[in-house]
């Protein structure tokens, strides 16, 4: 598991009475702003959210106000957890759960359902720490990083069958619509058309401008995590005490956001734009920030600062963020910082559909 999971396990674990939203706009919190600063909002559309905990349960909420159903729950292994959960056709949504402990973890991917029981899409996984999933386009892609172990494994969801070995790694990304991947690997950040393509080198980390300044003078693999947009693809990276985030664009200089000792936790990007929401750990408040880099001007706005979760998800419309509060609470929060909402799908938010 990655430093950024791990910080989100530990997070998990903290006291939802603790909880206070901040709003860096006016140096004000949500709370005390008046109608006349924050629009009337009412969310539309739902909610994929994860509950938490070593037995999360993932539930469909309907906004604004549910009620919650609950996806079947396979049955496997002692922790019935997962991290991170993506919608599938019809309803449906696929989770990674590990079921057997330790670097040589093996994982199995499911497809739940709300009206159904769950089912096996592919065949036994093994990979190091259980794996992390992501979905586009109708392709699983899971890695898992351990020592001499770098595998990037990607799936058809409509075939089935195998998971299939298709580059050495720690991190990778779909692209939006499935076709490619991104990988990161020895310094470098490579991609690969999908499902028989060449690696194509993009981006070697010591030509990065400003990493040396941020004290980074060489990402390792496995501090590495990375999201694809449509504004470019993003990546995490670091040691212990000096962290950044770098977006690679086609056709334009790498940008490079220096993050000091916060742990990052996660990316998310606009829909169909070219704003990155991004997160991470400040281990001395015992906070999580909530950040969005405009990759266009190069602009960073701090849109809300919580003590519990934190994981968010963009609307649709890619105006408001879905920002995890405590197991009760989820904040819709404007650009500006504004708390538009709130309502009682707490937990953490995996998406937000239409």
């Known amino acids: 598991m990655r430093p950024d999971a791990l910080g989100r396990g530990?997070?998990?674990?903290?006291?939802?009475?603790?909880i206070a939203l901040l709003v860096s706009?006016?140096?004000?919190?949500?709370?005390?702003?008046?109608?006349?600063?924050?629009?009337?909002?009412?969310?539309?559309?739902?909610l994929l959210v994860e509950t938490g905990g070593f037995r999360s349960r993932l539930i469909s909420y309907p906004l604004p106000s549910g009620p919650q159903r609950q996806f079947s729950e396979p049955v496997v292994g002692f922790f019935q957890n997962f991290e991170g959960a993506f919608l599938g056709p019809k309803g449906t949504?696929?989770?990674?759960?590990?079921?057997?402990?330790?670097?040589?973890?093996?994982?199995?991917?499911?497809?739940?359902?709300?009206t159904t029981e769950s089912r096996e899409v592919a065949g036994?996984?093994?990979?190091?720490?259980?794996?992390t999933l992501d979905v586009r386009g109708g392709r699983a892609l899971a890695t898992g990083c351990f020592r001499n172990r770098r595998s990037i494994y990607v799936l058809d969801l409509a075939a089935g069958g195998n998971w299939r070995s298709v580059a050495s790694g720690c991190a990778a990304a779909l692209s939006p619509d499935g076709t490619a991947l991104a990988y990161f690997d020895d310094g470098s950040l490579f991609r690969m058309s999908l499902p028989n393509g060449r690696p194509e080198w993009l981006l070697s980390m010591t030509s990065v401008p400003g990493l040396r300044a941020a004290g980074i003078s060489r990402i390792p693999s496995g501090s590495v995590s990375i999201a694809w947009g449509r504004?470019?693809?993003?990546?995490?990276?670091?040691?212990?005490?000096?962290?950044?985030?770098?977006?690679?664009?086609?056709?334009?200089?790498?940008?490079?956001?220096?993050?000091?000792?916060?742990?990052?936790?996660t990316m998310v990007w606009q829909p169909q734009g070219p704003l990155l929401g991004f997160s991470d750990y400040v281990?001395?408040?015992?906070?999580?920030?909530?950040?969005?880099?405009?990759?266009?001007?190069?602009?960073?706005?701090?849109?809300?600062?919580?003590?519990?979760y934190g994981r968010f998800q963009w609307s649709p419309d890619g105006r408001v963020l879905a920002v995890g509060r405590s197991s009760q609470v989820i904040s819709f929060i404007d650009l500006q910082g504004r708390v538009l909402a709130t309502n009682a799908a707490g937990g953490l938010p995996d998406?937000?559909?239409p």
Not at 239 to 261: E, F, M
């Open 93 to 114: 949504a696929y989770v990674l759960i590990p079921i057997n402990c330790g670097p040589q973890w093996q994982s199995l991917l499911f497809q739940v359902s709300l």
């Open 283 to 308: 281990d001395s408040s015992q906070t999580i920030e909530v950040r969005v880099l405009d990759t266009a001007t190069g602009a960073i706005s701090q849109v809300a600062v919580t003590q519990n």
């Open 25 to 46: 706009a006016c140096g004000r919190s949500g709370a005390h702003r008046t109608s006349a600063s924050a629009p009337t909002y009412h969310p539309r559309g739902t």
């Open 10 to 18: 530990r997070l998990l674990i903290a006291s939802a009475a603790a």
């Open 351 to 353: 998406a937000w559909t």
């Open 231 to 265: 504004g470019g693809i993003s990546l995490f990276g670091g040691t212990r005490n000096a962290w950044a985030l770098v977006v690679y664009r086609p056709g334009h200089p790498p940008i490079t956001v220096p993050l000091g000792s916060p742990t990052p936790q």
């Open 124 to 131: 036994l996984l093994s990979i190091p720490f259980g794996g």
